[in-house]
């Protein structure tokens, strides 16, 4: 979760109490499904993960298209949408996009729209949010390399 300083990483004990809980949803799949059938409990398991790696981890879908391109904020939803099959909730965008600001891990700026309709705030990544994105990377293969490693 942003709220948790994803990005200190290693060092911060409230990331790795974030990482602990990614952990043992992966261990209780599988506990849970040993020869490859689910139940009912090992689903709810499996949606866990899916919103811990989704919606609790948005700022990372964000940034990761901030990389391509800057845009404003029902663009990212819409594009999220689009290319992570999964839609957050709109007030949520624009709650993380306030704090990867505050984290100067993006930067803002509104720009002029010439058709009558309202100003649009566009957001670019920094070089703070690239870094993250390099630590965040990181994480994930070590994380892959360690949890996956007989699968």
């Known amino acids: 979760m942003l709220e948790e300083n994803f990005f200190q990483l290693q060092g911060d004990k409230r990331f790795s109490s974030g990482l602990e809980v990614i952990i043992q949803d992966l261990i209780e799949m599988s506990y849970e499904f040993p020869d490859g059938e689910g139940s009912k409990e090992s689903s709810r398991a499996f949606k866990r993960l899916t919103k811990k790696i989704s919606i609790d981890n948005l700022w990372i879908y964000i940034l990761r298209l901030l990389q391509e391109k800057e845009m404003y904020g029902y663009e990212l939803k819409e594009s999220i949408k689009k290319r992570f099959g999964f839609e957050p909730a709109t007030v949520t965008s624009y709650t993380i996009l306030y704090k990867l600001e505050k984290d100067n891990l993006v930067i ?38 360690k949890v996956f490693d007989k699968t």
């Open 108 to 145: 803002s700026y509104v720009k002029d729209n010439p058709e009558g309709r309202p100003d649009r705030k566009y957001y670019t990544i920094t070089q703070e949010g690239k870094e993250a994105m390099t630590k965040a990377k990181k994480l994930f293969e070590e994380i892959f390399e």
